[in-house]
């Protein structure tokens, strides 16, 4: 039985939480070294959403 991992996901991009590079990167390395892992993220509401291209909350 190999060891597991969790990876704890938050958020969207850069400038807000899981960068997608660095996950993937992350979760790369993780099957390399022969971990299982499982990938989570809270289920709660946000406080609001920025659109990164303009600068504004995102309604919705």
């Known amino acids: 039985m190999s060891k597991q ?3 704890i ?7 807000d939480g ?3 590079y ?4 992350t979760l790369l390395r993780l099957d390399q070294l022969g971990l299982g892992y499982r990938c989570f993220a809270p289920d709660i509401a946000q406080h609001h959403v920025i659109d ?3 600068g504004e909350v ?3």
């Open 58 to 60: 995102a309604e919705g």
């Open 18 to 20: 899981s960068e997608i």
């Open 22 to 25: 660095e996950t993937t990167l």
């Open 52 to 54: 990164h291209r303009s």
């Open 9 to 15: 996901l938050s958020g969207c991009g850069v400038f």
């Open 5 to 7: 991992v969790a990876v």
